[in-house]
Protein backbone atom coordinates (compact mmCIF):
# COMPACT_ATOMS: atom_id res chain seq x y z
CA UNK A 1 0.00 0.00 0.00
CA UNK A 2 0.56 3.93 -0.06
CA UNK A 3 0.61 3.98 3.44
CA UNK A 4 3.10 6.12 5.18
CA UNK A 5 3.10 4.12 7.82
CA UNK A 6 2.87 0.60 6.86
CA UNK A 7 5.95 -1.15 7.43
CA UNK A 8 7.42 1.06 9.67
CA UNK A 9 8.89 -0.75 12.60
CA UNK A 10 7.82 1.69 15.66
CA UNK A 11 8.38 0.91 19.08
CA UNK A 12 6.41 1.72 21.89
CA UNK A 13 7.76 1.85 26.04
CA UNK A 14 4.53 1.50 28.14
CA UNK A 15 2.78 -0.46 25.75
CA UNK A 16 0.64 -2.08 28.44
CA UNK A 17 -1.78 0.42 29.16
CA UNK A 18 -3.32 3.68 28.21
CA UNK A 19 -1.66 6.16 25.38
CA UNK A 20 0.57 3.73 24.56
CA UNK A 21 -1.88 0.72 23.82
CA UNK A 22 -4.07 3.23 22.16
CA UNK A 23 -1.61 3.89 20.13
CA UNK A 24 -0.51 0.49 19.27
CA UNK A 25 -3.93 -0.38 18.03
CA UNK A 26 -3.96 2.33 15.50
CA UNK A 27 -0.92 1.85 14.09
CA UNK A 28 -1.38 -1.90 14.01
CA UNK A 29 -4.65 -0.74 11.69
CA UNK A 30 -2.11 0.47 9.68
CA UNK A 31 0.23 -2.07 9.20
CA UNK A 32 2.82 -1.09 11.40
CA UNK A 33 5.63 -3.59 12.50
CA UNK A 34 5.52 -3.27 16.28
CA UNK A 35 7.70 -3.57 19.36
CA UNK A 36 5.80 -3.24 22.62
CA UNK A 37 7.34 -2.46 25.59
CA UNK A 38 6.20 -2.50 29.35
CA UNK A 39 6.89 -4.24 32.29
CA UNK A 40 3.12 -5.89 32.86
CA UNK A 41 4.39 -9.28 30.67
CA UNK A 42 0.22 -10.20 31.00
CA UNK A 43 -0.84 -6.64 29.70
CA UNK A 44 1.62 -6.71 26.86
CA UNK A 45 1.16 -10.78 25.60
CA UNK A 46 -2.81 -9.87 25.15
CA UNK A 47 -2.11 -7.07 23.27
CA UNK A 48 -0.05 -8.67 21.20
CA UNK A 49 -1.98 -11.61 20.60
CA UNK A 50 -5.28 -9.78 19.89
CA UNK A 51 -3.16 -7.69 17.06
CA UNK A 52 -1.69 -10.26 15.73
CA UNK A 53 -4.88 -11.99 15.55
CA UNK A 54 -5.78 -9.26 13.24
CA UNK A 55 -3.16 -9.97 10.94
CA UNK A 56 -0.49 -7.53 12.38
CA UNK A 57 3.32 -8.45 13.25
CA UNK A 58 4.05 -7.11 16.71
CA UNK A 59 7.03 -8.26 19.29
CA UNK A 60 6.64 -7.91 22.77
CA UNK A 61 9.37 -7.70 25.17
CA UNK A 62 9.28 -7.13 28.99
CA UNK A 63 11.27 -4.13 29.92
CA UNK A 64 11.92 -1.69 32.46
CA UNK A 65 12.62 1.43 31.25
CA UNK A 66 14.62 2.40 34.24
CA UNK A 67 17.33 -0.07 33.47
CA UNK A 68 19.60 1.51 30.62
CA UNK A 69 20.74 -2.08 29.37
CA UNK A 70 16.77 -3.22 29.13
CA UNK A 71 16.12 -0.68 27.07
CA UNK A 72 19.17 -1.74 25.17
CA UNK A 73 18.37 -4.93 24.50
CA UNK A 74 14.29 -3.58 23.76
CA UNK A 75 15.93 -1.53 20.46
CA UNK A 76 18.30 -4.66 19.82
CA UNK A 77 15.20 -6.80 19.36
CA UNK A 78 13.41 -4.34 17.37
CA UNK A 79 16.69 -4.70 14.98
CA UNK A 80 16.98 -8.57 14.76
CA UNK A 81 13.19 -8.79 14.26
CA UNK A 82 12.76 -6.06 12.00
CA UNK A 83 16.49 -5.03 10.58
CA UNK A 84 15.62 -1.49 11.33
CA UNK A 85 13.78 1.48 13.66
CA UNK A 86 11.74 4.08 12.26
CA UNK A 87 10.21 5.46 15.26
CA UNK A 88 10.58 5.17 19.19
CA UNK A 89 7.98 6.33 20.99
CA UNK A 90 9.02 7.42 24.49
CA UNK A 91 5.94 6.77 25.88
CA UNK A 92 6.12 4.91 29.52
CA UNK A 93 5.97 7.42 32.61
CA UNK A 94 4.14 8.12 36.01
CA UNK A 95 2.10 10.23 37.71
CA UNK A 96 2.56 10.13 41.81
CA UNK A 97 1.15 13.77 42.56
CA UNK A 98 1.87 15.17 45.76
CA UNK A 99 3.03 18.68 47.21
CA UNK A 100 6.78 18.90 48.06
CA UNK A 101 5.92 19.05 51.76
CA UNK A 102 4.49 15.50 51.50
CA UNK A 103 8.23 14.51 50.90
CA UNK A 104 7.68 11.52 48.93
CA UNK A 105 11.08 11.42 47.78
CA UNK A 106 11.44 7.72 46.54
CA UNK A 107 8.11 8.90 44.03
CA UNK A 108 10.21 11.62 43.08
CA UNK A 109 13.22 9.56 42.26
CA UNK A 110 10.50 6.94 40.62
CA UNK A 111 9.20 10.05 37.93
CA UNK A 112 13.13 11.02 37.73
CA UNK A 113 14.10 7.90 36.44
CA UNK A 114 11.15 6.62 34.61
CA UNK A 115 9.56 9.83 32.89
CA UNK A 116 13.03 12.00 32.27
CA UNK A 117 16.01 8.59 32.51
CA UNK A 118 13.54 6.49 30.40
CA UNK A 119 13.37 8.88 27.86
CA UNK A 120 17.18 9.46 27.63
CA UNK A 121 17.90 5.30 27.78
CA UNK A 122 15.18 5.34 25.12
CA UNK A 123 17.13 8.05 23.04
CA UNK A 124 20.60 6.10 23.02
CA UNK A 125 19.17 2.70 22.32
CA UNK A 126 17.87 4.01 18.92
CA UNK A 127 20.19 6.83 17.68
CA UNK A 128 22.84 4.99 16.03
CA UNK A 129 20.91 2.96 14.49
CA UNK A 130 18.62 5.94 13.33
CA UNK A 131 21.92 7.51 11.98
CA UNK A 132 23.58 4.53 10.37
CA UNK A 133 19.94 5.11 8.33
CA UNK A 134 20.04 8.55 8.32
CA UNK A 135 16.63 8.56 9.28
CA UNK A 136 14.04 7.82 12.21
CA UNK A 137 11.73 9.64 14.45
CA UNK A 138 11.97 9.84 17.86
CA UNK A 139 8.20 10.91 19.76
CA UNK A 140 8.31 11.76 23.55
CA UNK A 141 5.61 12.19 25.89
CA UNK A 142 5.89 15.69 27.64
CA UNK A 143 2.21 16.85 28.66
CA UNK A 144 0.48 20.19 29.38
CA UNK A 145 2.18 19.77 32.82
CA UNK A 146 5.24 20.55 30.35
CA UNK A 147 4.19 24.06 29.59
CA UNK A 148 2.43 25.34 33.07
CA UNK A 149 3.28 24.50 36.28
CA UNK A 150 0.86 23.36 39.18
CA UNK A 151 0.71 22.94 42.77
CA UNK A 152 1.17 18.84 43.96
CA UNK A 153 2.96 19.16 40.24
CA UNK A 154 6.15 20.32 41.36
CA UNK A 155 7.89 17.00 40.29
CA UNK A 156 5.90 15.75 38.03
CA UNK A 157 5.95 18.75 35.67
CA UNK A 158 9.72 19.15 36.46
CA UNK A 159 9.82 15.66 34.56
CA UNK A 160 7.72 16.84 31.73
CA UNK A 161 9.73 20.05 31.23
CA UNK A 162 12.92 17.78 30.96
CA UNK A 163 11.04 16.11 28.29
CA UNK A 164 10.29 18.83 26.16
CA UNK A 165 13.71 20.28 26.50
CA UNK A 166 14.50 16.68 25.55
CA UNK A 167 12.47 16.67 22.20
CA UNK A 168 14.10 20.35 21.33
CA UNK A 169 17.43 19.66 21.74
CA UNK A 170 17.21 16.29 19.76
CA UNK A 171 15.61 18.28 17.08
CA UNK A 172 17.70 20.73 16.94
CA UNK A 173 20.83 18.30 16.82
CA UNK A 174 19.06 15.83 14.30
CA UNK A 175 19.27 17.96 11.34
CA UNK A 176 17.74 16.55 8.24
CA UNK A 177 17.66 12.67 9.40
CA UNK A 178 15.76 12.03 12.71
CA UNK A 179 12.37 14.13 13.16
CA UNK A 180 11.27 15.20 17.10
CA UNK A 181 7.78 15.04 18.16
CA UNK A 182 6.75 16.45 21.85
CA UNK A 183 3.06 15.56 22.30
CA UNK A 184 1.60 17.61 25.54
CA UNK A 185 -1.91 16.14 26.21
CA UNK A 186 -4.20 17.21 28.88
CA UNK A 187 -6.46 14.90 30.70
CA UNK A 188 -7.30 11.83 29.07
CA UNK A 189 -8.65 8.70 30.76
CA UNK A 190 -5.59 6.17 31.48
CA UNK A 191 -4.46 4.32 34.36
CA UNK A 192 -2.02 7.27 35.09
CA UNK A 193 -3.63 8.87 38.15
CA UNK A 194 -3.83 5.50 39.26
CA UNK A 195 -0.11 6.17 40.97
CA UNK A 196 -1.11 8.86 43.02
CA UNK A 197 -0.48 8.24 46.85
CA UNK A 198 -1.64 11.31 48.04
CA UNK A 199 -4.99 11.56 48.97
CA UNK A 200 -5.62 15.29 48.37
CA UNK A 201 -3.69 14.97 45.51
CA UNK A 202 -5.83 11.83 44.28
CA UNK A 203 -9.24 13.80 45.27
CA UNK A 204 -7.89 16.90 43.18
CA UNK A 205 -7.02 14.82 40.30
CA UNK A 206 -10.59 13.12 40.39
CA UNK A 207 -11.91 16.53 39.72
CA UNK A 208 -9.54 17.57 36.68
CA UNK A 209 -9.91 14.11 35.39
CA UNK A 210 -13.99 14.52 34.77
CA UNK A 211 -13.37 16.08 31.62
CA UNK A 212 -11.18 13.31 30.27
CA UNK A 213 -11.32 12.06 27.06
CA UNK A 214 -10.03 9.15 25.36
CA UNK A 215 -6.86 7.57 25.35
CA UNK A 216 -7.61 7.42 21.31
CA UNK A 217 -7.43 11.14 20.79
CA UNK A 218 -3.68 11.07 21.31
CA UNK A 219 -3.22 7.58 19.47
CA UNK A 220 -4.38 9.67 16.41
CA UNK A 221 -2.23 12.85 17.09
CA UNK A 222 0.68 10.61 17.63
CA UNK A 223 -0.51 8.59 14.21
CA UNK A 224 -0.53 12.26 12.43
CA UNK A 225 3.26 13.43 13.09
CA UNK A 226 4.25 9.75 12.04
CA UNK A 227 2.38 9.82 8.67
CA UNK A 228 3.79 12.91 7.31
CA UNK A 229 6.30 13.04 4.77
CA UNK A 230 9.86 13.06 6.45
CA UNK A 231 10.72 16.37 5.20
CA UNK A 232 7.63 17.23 7.47
CA UNK A 233 8.63 17.34 11.08
CA UNK A 234 5.50 17.88 13.42
CA UNK A 235 6.86 19.72 16.45
CA UNK A 236 4.62 19.94 18.89
CA UNK A 237 1.22 18.27 19.55
CA UNK A 238 -0.53 20.27 22.41
CA UNK A 239 -4.53 18.78 23.06
CA UNK A 240 -6.68 19.21 26.20
CA UNK A 241 -10.28 17.75 26.31
CA UNK A 242 -12.33 20.54 25.04
CA UNK A 243 -13.69 21.30 28.54
CA UNK A 244 -10.39 21.29 30.26
CA UNK A 245 -9.47 24.51 32.35
P1 LIG B 1 -0.87 4.61 32.10
O1 LIG B 1 -0.62 4.53 33.56
O2 LIG B 1 -2.13 4.01 31.57
O3 LIG B 1 0.35 4.02 31.30
C1 LIG B 1 1.67 4.19 31.70
C2 LIG B 1 2.52 3.15 31.03
O4 LIG B 1 3.88 3.30 31.44
C3 LIG B 1 2.10 1.74 31.39
O5 LIG B 1 2.06 0.97 30.20
C4 LIG B 1 3.22 1.24 32.30
O6 LIG B 1 3.40 -0.14 32.10
C5 LIG B 1 4.40 2.04 31.77
N1 LIG B 1 5.49 2.14 32.73
C6 LIG B 1 5.49 2.71 33.95
N2 LIG B 1 6.68 2.55 34.54
C7 LIG B 1 7.46 1.85 33.66
C8 LIG B 1 8.79 1.36 33.69
N3 LIG B 1 9.58 1.55 34.76
N4 LIG B 1 9.24 0.68 32.62
C9 LIG B 1 8.45 0.47 31.55
N5 LIG B 1 7.19 0.92 31.46
C10 LIG B 1 6.71 1.59 32.51
O7 LIG B 1 -0.81 6.18 31.75
P2 LIG B 1 -0.87 6.98 30.35
O8 LIG B 1 -1.10 6.07 29.23
O9 LIG B 1 -1.77 8.10 30.58
O10 LIG B 1 0.62 7.56 30.29
C11 LIG B 1 1.46 7.50 29.16
C12 LIG B 1 2.31 8.76 29.09
O11 LIG B 1 1.47 9.87 28.80
C13 LIG B 1 3.05 9.11 30.38
O12 LIG B 1 4.36 9.53 30.08
C14 LIG B 1 2.23 10.25 30.95
O13 LIG B 1 3.00 11.09 31.77
C15 LIG B 1 1.78 10.93 29.67
N6 LIG B 1 0.62 11.82 29.80
C16 LIG B 1 -0.60 11.31 30.20
C17 LIG B 1 -1.67 12.15 30.39
C18 LIG B 1 -2.98 11.67 30.89
O14 LIG B 1 -3.81 12.51 31.30
N7 LIG B 1 -3.27 10.39 30.91
C19 LIG B 1 -1.56 13.59 30.13
C20 LIG B 1 -0.25 14.01 29.69
C21 LIG B 1 0.79 13.15 29.54
P3 LIG B 1 3.86 -1.21 33.23
O15 LIG B 1 3.24 -0.78 34.52
O16 LIG B 1 3.34 -2.50 32.69
O17 LIG B 1 5.36 -1.14 33.21
Redesign the pocket.
Known amino acids: TNDPINSKVVII?????????ATARRLADRGAKLVL????ED??KSLAEELTAKGADVLWQV????DRHQVEKLAAAARKTFGRIDVLIN?????PLAPLDALKVDEWEQMI???IK?VLYGIAAVLPTMREQHSGHVIN?????GHKVFAGGAVYCAT?YAVKALSEGLRMEAGDEIRSTNI?????????T??ITDPNAAEAAKEL?KV?ID?DAVARAIVYAIEQPHDVDINEIILRPTAQE
Open positions: TGASSGLGEAARRRLTDVTNAGLMDVNGLSSVAKSPGAIATELSTYAA
